[in-house]
């Protein structure tokens, strides 16, 4: 007999690479400060979730200037878009949410 | 929040809130002082509209007309001092972008319209008020349905269809202060209720 409860994607099932992809999901785009502030994050710890959810191909990476100084631009991709909405659906699975 | 946001697993009634949180969280930052720019160049407008309405009732000469480029001669550096050096945004979604371009539209078209009718001078005042009320209100109409209040959009669509019809009545020396009421009606009235909404 299968189980009811769906398989959560163990890249999003984590929490800070849920909050950082919770947030591209609402946003355009964002830079590194932005979402350090939002999650209240360190810098450390934040460059390595970019890293895997980069990897997975689920954002993109920017790196710019503004004005003189370096920033870094984050955006959500097709693939971690849909990969968030599976997430999400998979969640549902375990809360009884239609 | 600072560590306690790792890595490790977590329940999914956790990752539920965790999700809502976030998405509130860049909402109330878009939210917050969304109004002031309406505010600022409700201001500007208003004020350089009700000079120009002096000017021309007082004095007769049409040549006070050239006032009207105050309102960008003003309104840039001042939407630049007052909002536009913190603005340098550090995200973007799409109902901000949407906003600027309505308005960055609104602001082009209106400048065009006012060098278009230099070189008609004399009648064109009494077609180019007509003309930016009805973009005017139009443009509020479209950021009140944006942000869903329909208080912004109502005042926007009363702004556009009286403002217009209204301006067929008045004469040219009037018609500025036709401009003013409805810079305070679509601009700064629709800028308060933003900024309060806030709160």
Redo the contacts between chains.
Sequence with gaps: MSSPFRK?NPLL???????IM??L???????F??IKE?????SG?LSI?FEKLSEAGYIEIEKGF?GKKPRTVYRITGTGSKAFSEY?DA?KS??NLP | ???N??????T?????Q??SE??E???K?FEKDSGTPMIVWGLTVTAVSAAVAYLLMTTGNPYWNFLWFAIPAIGYPLAYFTYGKKD?K?????LG?AISGVWGTFGVLSILIAVIACFFFNEAIGYITPMIILLLGFSTTLTGLFVRNYVISSGGFITAVAGSVLSIAVSPETMPLLLAGSAVIALLIPGIILNLRKK
């Design positions: 959560l099932h984590s929490e800070l690479r849920l909050a919770s947030l999901m609402e946003l355009d785009e964002a830079d400060s932005y939002k999650t209240g994050a360190t710890n979730q503004l999400v969640l375990y809360l | 929040m600072t560590d946001m790792n890595t490790t697993d977590f999914p009634e956790k990752s539920l965790l999700i976030m998405i969280k860049s909402r930052d340098e550090r995200a973007k979604n799409f972008t």
